[in-house]
Every structure is written in structure tokens, then in C-alpha cells.
């Protein structure tokens, strides 16, 4: 039944953005996603492909103004935009691979490769093979017949992931075009931007169950199937989150990482404490855990936090339940301040304020989510600079668009002697262009282990 279920929401004909606003209102799966296998995984992530290059790229390039884009690759040295537009099973660039997209006047984009190997459907070849030089001199050829009057090329000197031209293959592209076409080489840096963080309606329908996944394995992770006080490290859960996911056939994107906070630990307030690792988890520890893995071609990042019961206790105590709630007030605040065109610098100023106005003590340090974890958009302040940050933070904030909504807030808990705490917390949600909406639902109570 959950194979069946699993196989349904891959094919993107399960549910759409609306699951994802009942998520956020308290609906959360209990049981473990069945996750697909790699074959049964190429033709949903195909399907993505080819509907975001049908529907999405001609509005983009649109709003880009270009009325060519050439993606230019070489094998061992892709960069990660590269296989956002290729259909799997793509391991790599074999040699050289040459992909055009080039504007029609009635706006749709024609695509294609000037490659000696076939990249699946999706890109027609036009060059039957030979020489390197007479690649690129097809390849000219190509654009020359076309006669674009802006051509976008992958340079950037402030986004890493709209920098993938290497300065070889600049070289060899400059050499070959003629001085009238090289003049109209401009960067592509806006068109990539948008290219990695805009969600289509496909992807969305998916994501709730990749969030999904990596909150019930923290779930696990998080209980006493994994942990007992007094004999399991933090260590050992790092392994535990790791090696779960790798059965999953779901590699991290990161090691994830495990900490503890503990009376007596005595950090100061304006400190920025992260927590202690490599230590044996006590009852009466708070535990913390970072994890991100990569599903349907779509990242996850997620925190979330635990607390080990004593002997003689039942339930969480009063002042810890307290701060969760205060976490999640944080969250409410930062969340309201999405509004579409400002920037990433004014949502984290805004946030601030108004935090403050609350006499919330929070960091915020949220970043787009896509098809990697740390992804193309604005970037809603950073852990170690609570102030404007320059270009990133600039960026606008666009519809259909996902974020880890990341940071931490600090209290003082009575149960230890007012000492200061951290809880930090990370979910993953869609900015839908009106209201954010928790894909796979957020932490609103403690994991507990006993």
C-alpha cells in the first residue's frame, strides 16, 4: 500500500500546494514515506525536467531578455546547473556538451545540443561529430544562422552557481564566434537565479513528501530506538542519520551533525553557543540535530530539538515547552514579514524589529532551498552577520519559491537556574506568493526519549 502511495506522489498525481497548507496546520504523515528506487525515480524527475523547460524557461528567459542561453559543459567538470536540465540517468558531460536554447519570436524556446553523444529526447542533436574545432565551429554556425541579439553565458562574480562557464571553454567559445556575436555575450546570472529557485507546480506536489522523509528519520533518530541515556553519543546518532538515509538510497548533502546542551554548560547570552558534540547523552540533556538530504532531484535542510527525560519525570518541563513556543513565535514573525519584492535584507531587518518589539532574543540565518541546499535567492540574514548581507541579500523575494526557514532564539530556563538556551530551529516551507506554508509541517513539541 505505501509502495503504491509512494510511486503516486513521485508521479506527481498525488496531491498539490493545498496538502502542503494542511501540513501547516497541524496534518503530518506518521508513517515513513516508501521512498521510490533509482529507476523508479528517473521518469517522475524527467517529467519535472521537461515541464519546467516547456513552461517555466520561455517565461524566464522573457524576463531575463535573452534570446539565447548556451550551457556549456565539459565531463569532470560540471557544474551543478547542468544536471538541472538534463534528464537522468546523466552522469556526465561526456566530453564536450553544447546546449542551446534559443528564444522563437513566438516566445517559445527551441532547445538542442551541438554534441557528439544523444542527451536523451530533450535535446535533438545538430552537429553529427568530428573534430573538437568542428564542434565549435557548428556550434557558431548554429548561432549565426539564429542571429540572436543577446546571448546569456554562465559567468558570475558573486553567485556561485551561475558561474559554471569554466575559462577554458570561454576561450574556446570566444575563438570560434564571430567579433559580431561575441559582442553579444552577456551574463546569464539572472536567468540561472531564477532557473534554480522557481518551484513548479510538479515539484511542489512532491516536496512535502521529501521534507517528510527527513523529519521521520529524525523522528527515529530522536527516540529511544536509538538512543540510550547514559551509553549512546552524539556520535552515534550523527552515524545512525547518516547510515538511515544511505539504506534509504538518500545520501545527505551534508554529515549530519548532533549536539548537547546541559545544566551547567553556562553559555553567555549574546553568545553564539552551538553546543557541545562528542558526548554521551544524559538524562536531562537537550539534544539538537542538523540534516539535510537530496530527493526527486529537491534538498531538504532541517533542525530539530529533544530533550531526555529524568528519572523522575513525565513530560517535558514547563520552561523548555515554553521556549518551543517562543521558537515557533519566531518563526510566525520572520514567516508574516514574506512579502513579494522585498529583499532578503529588509525581511531580516523587519524580522528583528519586531522580534525585538516581542523581547524575543532571535537570530535569523534563513536561506532558499531547491535543487541543492544552500540555493539561488535571497538571503534572509547569516548566523555570524545579523546586518545587511551584500548582493545575496539584496536578491527579491519571488513566488514559488522554498526555504529553510532557519535561526535560533535564547531564553533563560528556571529549571536550570534561569541558565540561557538556545533553540534553534530549521523547516523547510513554500512562499506561494501571498503566505508561507510548512511543506512536511514544522516541530511544535519535543522529541522525548525516556
Known amino acids: 500500500m505505501y509502495k503504491l502511495f509512494g510511486l503516486l506522489v513521485a508521479l506527481c498525481s498525488l496531491s498539490s500546494v493545498l496538502e502542503a497548507k494542511e501540513f501547516a496546520q497541524g496534518r503530518q ?11 523508479e525515480r528517473v521518469k517522475p524527475v524527467n517529467n519535472m525536467v521537461a515541464d519546467r523547460l516547456d513552461n517555466l524557461l520561455p517565461k524566464l528567459m522573457q524576463e531575463a531578455d535573452l534570446d539565447m542561453w548556451l550551457v556549456i559543459n565539459r565531463e569532470y567538470g560540471e557544474d551543478k546547473l547542468f544536471y538541472t536540465l538534463v534528464p537522468q540517468p546523466t552522469f556526465a558531460a561526456r566530453r564536450t556538451t553544447l546546449l542551446v536554447f534559443s528564444k522563437n519570436s513566438d516566445g517559445s524556446v527551441e532547445r538542442f545540443s551541438v554534441s557528439r553523444y544523444p542527451i536523451g529526447k530533450l535535446y535533438p542533436t545538430v552537429w553529427k561529430g568530428g573534430s573538437n574545432e568542428q564542434q565549435w565551429q557548428r556550434l557558431a554556425e548554429v548561432i549565426t544562422k539564429r542571429d540572436p541579439k543577446r546571448i546569456g553565458i554562465n559567468m558570475s562574480e558573486n553567485w556561485a552557481l551561475a558561474d559554471g562557464l569554466s575559462v577554458g571553454l570561454h576561450k574556446q567559445l570566444r575563438k570560434y564566434l564571430p567579433n559580431k556575436y561575441q559582442n553579444r555575450l552577456v551574463s546569464a546570472e539572472n536567468l540561472v537565479l531564477r532557473w534554480l529557485e522557481t518551484r513548479s507546480e510538479k515539484e511542489l506536489n ?30 552515534d ?38 553546543g557541545k558534540y562528542n558526548r554521551v547523552i544524559l538524562p536531562g540533556d537537550i539534544i539538537h540535530t542538523d540534516v539535510g538530504i537530496c530527493y526527486l532531484s529537491l534538498c531538504t535542510d532541517t533542525q530539530e530539538m529533544g530533550y531526555v527525560l529524568k528519572t523522575n519525570e513525565k513530560e517535558v518541563p514547563t520552561g523548555l515547552q515554553k521556549a518551543l513556543a517562543i521558537g515557533n513565535q519566531w518563526q510566525d514573525i520572520l514567516t508574516s514579514n514574506f512579502k513579494s519584492g522585498l529583499t532578503g535584507n529588509q525581511i531580516l531587518a523587519n524580522t528583528i524589529r519586531q522580534s525585538k518589539a516581542a523581547n524575543i532574543i532571535s537570530s535569523t540565518y534563513t536561506h532558499p532551498l531547491g535543487f541543492v541546499g544552500h540555493a539561488s535567492g535571497p538571503t534572509i540574514g547569516m548566523w555570524d552577520n ?5 548582493i545575496q541579500g539584496d536578491w527579491k523575494l519571488f513566488p514559488n519559491t522554498v ?14 537556574d534561569n541558565q540561557w538556551i538556545q ?12 503566505n508561507v506554508w510548512y511543506l512536511a509541517g514544522r516541530q511544535t513539541q519535543w522529541h522525548i526519549i525516556r
Open 29 to 39: 504523515i506518521t508513517e515513513m514515506p516508501a521512498v521510490l528506487t533509482f529507476k
Open 403 to 416: 526555504y529553510a526557514i532557519e535561526g535560533n532564539i535564547k531564553t533563560q530556563l528556571p529549571e536550570w
Open 206 to 235: 512532491v516536496y512535502p513528501q521529501v521534507v517528510t522523509i527527513a523529519r521521520r528519520v529524525i523522528a527515529e533518530a530522536f527516540s529511544n530506538k536509538v538512543i540510550t541515556p547514559g551509553v549512546t553519543t552524539t556520535t
Open 237 to 274: 546518532v550523527e552515524w545512525y542519520l547518516r547510515e538511515r538515509f544511505e539504506a534509504l538510497q538518500l545520501r545527505p548533502w551534508f554529515q549530519p551533525y548532533v549536539n548537547i546542551q546541559r545544566r551547567g554548560d553556562n553559555p553567555a547570552k549574546d553568545e553564539v553557543f552551538m
Open 386 to 390: 545579523q546586518g545587511p548581507t551584500p
Open 423 to 434: 533553540i534553534k530551529l530549521e523547516q523547510d516551507a513554500v512562499f506561494d506568493g501571498k
